[in-house]
């Protein structure tokens, strides 16, 4: 039998991605392995986002070809936005073949046919349809499980590239959804994410998305329900209604501000105004008391001015997220903000990166040490990476918390005291 190893890079629909290839993969009689010396093909799952993650996996791409000297009927090929987005370009980066992110159906058969001749194959179309029904992905992990329910984004960000990698927006038939959310349950994995690029517009005949938040709430087997990603101007009133009345629905929301300046935010496309995003978390705070928020932030923006650089700044000062994911702005061919005159120096995104990053840091510790002395629920997940007399697990609010305990506790919910906060990291006692 084959074995196909997969290396993935970028969100998490290309973590789900990835499963789905594996599942395709298995059912034409390859087997998936963790160890990239047993493999006869290698696949990187590619991500577009920033320059930076394309060099790294080009890099990555650099470094394993050697292996094709030592096992000449090694395959590595390509998948995910970087492909969609080069196609046959990679070509020449000496990889056998490139599969967009519509047609992984076609795997078996491209690697079939590359055991007859070998030959660079390119398969990017775009189907504008494809949400590769009847496709059960082979969950990866133990506990937690993604639940793809719509692909595609429509709302074109002018910084961003993924409308042009991943297309229109399609979503998932519901019967579907909660026919896959319920095996996943029984199969053990009790956290469930309900996954798409802007899961706010999920929309399949008459139920949208707070609906099927509510549906997907009924299901029994599962114990934990979340969902990525969040686009501020969708997020509903009935939606935070529907957060706020479920009992599985977690108390953790992403929500990707961006930006706190509204010449910025017009700019970038976004469809709110600053005012607007803080209300939206007000009314979350209102309705969910203890919802954790973590967002996205790009710093040097095209045009973005000192003055509106630190609108970011007090912005964050003002909501004091959780967590927050910080990127210097990336340029990216074919996007509309690439070709906004007023670059900001690559100097001057690093030291506002660095600065926000900074005020962060700060922020959430004091938000994690603010939850000393409380007592939450943790799902156990593994032993601690430092001792196997101590488990870790994440709390609803997405807190890694780390205590001690034996293996025999990993799978279960337990209720633990919060005695200390480390980093990013909760420290605690059970209470039973
Ligand atoms: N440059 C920097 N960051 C970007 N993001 C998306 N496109 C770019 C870009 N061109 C960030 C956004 C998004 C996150 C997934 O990546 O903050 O929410
Ligand atoms: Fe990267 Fe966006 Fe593609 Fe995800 S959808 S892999 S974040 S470019």
Redesign the pocket.
């Known amino acids: 039998m084959k074995q196909v190893f997969i290396e993935t890079y970028g969100?998490q629909m290309n973590v789900s991605d990835s499963e789905l290839v594996i599942s395709i993969l298995e059912n034409s009689g390859y087997s998936h392995t963790d160890e990239i010396e047993q493999a006869d093909i290698i696949i990187f799952n590619t991500c577009s986002?920033?320059e930076h993650a394309e060099n790294r996996v080009l890099g990555r791409i650099a470094n394993e070809l050697s292996r094709k000297k030592q096992n000449t009927d090694l395959k590595i090929g390509v998948i995910g936005c970087m492909a969609q987005r080069m196609g046959r370009n990679l070509n020449n980066k000496d990889v056998d073949f490139v599969v967009g992110v519509d047609q992984y159906h076609k795997l078996p058969q491209i690697l079939a046919e590359l055991d007859e001749k070998s030959q660079f194959i390119n398969e990017t179309t775009i189907d504008k349809k494809q949400i590769y029904p009847d496709i059960y992905p082979t969950h990866q992990g133990n506990f937690n499980a993604f639940v793809t329910i719509m692909r595609g984004c429509n709302n074109f960000c002018t910084?961003?590239?993924v409308p042009y990698t991943r297309g229109r927006e399609r979503s998932r038939p519901t019967e579907d959804i909660l026919a896959e959310i319920d095996r996943v349950g029984q199969a053990g994995f009790k956290d469930v994410t309900l996954l798409g690029q802007n899961v706010n517009s999920y929309h399949y005949q008459d139920v949208n998305f707070a609906k099927l938040l509510q549906k997907a709430d009924q299901i029994d087997s599962i114990k934990r329900l979340r969902f990525v990603t969040s686009h501020p101007k969708d997020l509903s009133d009935e939606v935070i209604g529907v957060m706020a009345e479920s009992d599985k629905v977690c108390e953790h929301l992403h929500l990707?501000m961006?930006s706190g300046n509204d010449e910025v935010l017009r700019r970038m496309n976004r469809g709110y105004t600053a005012a607007h995003f803080y209300e939206i978390v007000q009314k979350l705070r209102a309705a969910i008391p203890n919802i954790a928020i973590t967002t996205?932030?790009?710093a040097g923006f095209p045009g973005e001015t000192d003055e509106q650089f630190m609108d970011t700044y007090k912005m964050m000062q003002k909501i004091r997220f959780d967590y927050a994911?910080t990127?210097?702005?990336?340029?990216?061919a074919g996007t509309k903000a690439a070709q906004y005159p007023e670059q900001i120096p690559e100097e001057t995104r690093l030291k506002r990166l660095q600065k926000l990053i900074k005020l962060q840091q700060q922020i959430t510790l004091e938000k994690y040490q603010e939850q000393i002395g409380k007592i939450k629920e943790i799902y156990v997940e593994r032993l601690s990476k430092k001792s196997d007399k101590e488990v870790a697990g994440k709390s609803r609010d997405f807190k890694i918390t780390v205590f001690p305990g034996s293996k025999a506790l990993i799978g279960k919910f337990v209720q633990v005291k919060i005695t200390d906060a480390v980093g990013w990291t909760l420290r605690g006692e059970l209470t039973e």
């Open positions: 969100c986002v920033r910084y961003c590239i990707a961006q996205d932030i790009i994911f990127f210097k702005y990336s340029p990216r």
